[in-house]
């Protein structure tokens, strides 16, 4: 097996060999680099990254890529920000799969889901492809290696900014402990990357840099309260 995925037909390949091992449906979303190769905005990609739409899917999906050979282990430095607690890993290829959450409290929302793109029934597995909205929200969040990069990429394609910010803005409002909202400063971080390595201002970089200074306030009262 090569060690890195530089065709759609590769990600297929993998994708389908997990779908035909699966005894019961799992639903999918693709997210990361191989969404990023259906779109034709990277080359190649080592991770298939693959949002679970509940907990029995991630078990189902872990248990199939067991039985084709992947090995499965911790997450590893790079995941720091994710929600993974297991990885599985084939011949240089890794498969991140998340169950709902993808970092802290921030998850696969049913928004996210009907703005995925290009649905394929792949044996019991049905996948469906991130929008570049939430590709790009994603990678931003992660901050690994090449992230950044990828996103100056995701800029290329046309984005809609406004369904950007309303997903985060549901996703921070949503019920939850501030200590889980602190993917909101992820957010800013990786924004002001673009900012300031590639002059890139981004039409909704404000209100994320609002939300998460209401973010350090309210952390802050509830620590010194």
Known sequence: MKSQISSREDVEEILRGLGERLAEPVQVLIIGGAAMLELGLKDV????????????????????????GFELFGPEKR???????????KGGHTL?????????DFELSEAMWQRGKRTQTLGNAEMRYAAVEDIFILKLI???????????????????YEAMYA?????YARAGTVEEKIWITYLEEGIGKLEEDYRLQLPIADRISELADEYRVRLYRKLTG
């Open 167 to 171: 997903e985060i803005e549901a996703q």
């Open 79 to 89: 995941h720091a920000r994710l929600g993974l607690d297991r990885i599985a890993v």
């Open 142 to 160: 992660a901050n690994r290696p090449k992230d950044i990069e990828d996103c100056l990429s995701l800029t290329s394609a046309k984005m809609d």
């Open 96 to 104: 991140d799969i998340f169950a709902g959450r993808i970092s802290y």
């Open 45 to 68: 990609t080592k991770d298939i990254d693959l949002v679970c739409r509940d907990a029995a899917g991630k078990v189902r999906l872990l248990e199939a890529a067991r039985s084709l």
